[in-house]
């Protein structure tokens, strides 16, 4: 019943920036941790960022730190990321992800604790 939106993708050139939402519907939505992930042809699906739901604490990979910014909005059930800078190297499909259970931090980055993801929006960054 969960539904996740992602929007915001699109071809833009190094240095560039883009937006992503990801929007939650449903009755039976609820939170403990949403997170970003993205996935490259070829490749697996690796973590981008996450923001605890009602904590507000953020966590993100090295490689978008300084880069990438991740926030919410509880009241419209939506998340965002900020990407800045961008590089060829963050080219790949995003997914937004949801974790209704307990919040482990060792787990944050791990999409297979996750249980609800949105059918992803492509970001490709032209050199």
């Known amino acids: 019943q969960v539904e996740l939106v992602e929007s915001g993708g699109g071809l833009v050139q190094a240095g560039d920036s883009l937006r992503l939402s990801c929007a939650a519907s449903?009755?039976?939505?609820?939170?403990?941790?949403m997170g970003w992930f993205r996935q490259a042809p070829g490749k697996e699906r690796e973590f981008v960022a996450a923001?605890?739901?009602?904590?507000?604490?953020?966590y993100y990979h090295d490689s978008v730190k300084d880069r990438f910014i991740i926030s919410k909005d509880n009241t419209k059930n939506t998340m965002y990321l900020q990407m800045n800078n961008l590089k060829p190297e963050d080219t790949a499909v995003y997914y937004c992800?949801?974790?209704?259970?307990?919040?482990?931090?060792?787990?944050?980055?791990?999409?297979?604790?996750?249980?609800?993801w949105g059918r992803g929006t492509q970001v490709t960054v032209s050199s």
């Open positions: 992800a949801n974790d209704p259970g307990t919040f482990v931090y060792a787990r944050v980055k791990h999409p297979r604790f996750y249980d609800h």
């Open positions: 449903g009755r039976t939505f609820s939170s403990v941790v």
């Open positions: 923001i605890r739901w009602n904590e507000g604490s953020t």
